[in-house]
T-cell receptor
């Protein structure tokens, strides 16, 4: 199936630092989305991107749909302890209806 | 606001037993998705239903079956359970085309442990 390569796998940062993570694929995607999952909970949608080149913000979060439609990044500015969790990129590949998830980035924030 | 309700939250079964998970979507949502998430893994799509009909099928084993009922709730039936079936099972719901755009709302999951 379609594969999303997400990096880094984990990050350990100081509170107040900015964070950047990205997702790439060898295939073209129609949509890119970013979800956050807290331990023992279901993923929660953070940002959805539908057009190549689209840049969208949600509070301290900013994400972009790569111009090649094969990648996306998520930035978190001024991190706080509650940002801790696993961040998943996800998307719909061209010709596919199933939402495919990346491997996740585990974010840890040191107060 | 009402969210996706899953039950049970935790379930412990023996090998070769059967388990049934239930999912109640957000009111007025017409599409239900089932995902399986192993420890340290990303969610893997199993199956989805739109208006009570199967719409897409992913990596769902033949031992598993699912359906969506007239009230839009869905059940995932798992038979001949294996140790490898131990995982978090998430149900998600969406409204019409929003699901096609990836706007899924996930439940809190059902944790299945097979001993």
């Amino acid at each position: 199936g379609q594969q999303l390569n997400q990096s880094p796998q984990s990050m350990f940062i100081q509170e107040g630092e900015d964070v950047s993570m990205n997702c790439t694929s060898s295939s073209i995607f129609n949509t890119w989305l970013w979800y956050k999952q807290d331990p023992g909970e279901g993923p929660v949608l953070l940002i959805a991107l539908y057009k190549a080149g689209e840049l969208t913000s949600n509070g301290r979060l900013t994400a972009q749909f790569g111009i090649t439609r094969k990648d996306s990044f998520l930035n978190i500015s001024a991190s706080i302890p509650s940002d801790v969790g696993i961040y998943f990129c996800a998307g719909h590949p061209v010709g596919g209806n199933m939402l495919t998830f990346g491997g996740g980035t585990r974010l840890m924030v040191k107060p | 606001a009402a969210g996706v309700i899953q039950s049970p939250r935790h379930l412990i079964k023996e090998k070769r037993e059967t388990a049934t998970l239930k999912c109640y979507p957000i009111p007025r949502h017409d599409t239900v998705y089932w995902y399986q998430q192993g420890p340290g893994q990303d969610p893997q799509f199993l199956i989805s239903f739109y208006e009570k009909m199967q719409s897409d099928k992913g990596s769902i084993p033949d031992r598993f079956s699912a359906q969506q009922f007239s009230d839009y709730h869905s059940e995932l039936n798992m038979s001949s359970l294996e140790l490898g079936d131990s995982a978090l099972y998430f149900c998600a719901s969406s409204l019409g085309d929003k699901g096609r755009l990836g706007e899924l709302f996930f439940g809190e999951g059902s944790r299945l442990t097979v001993l």
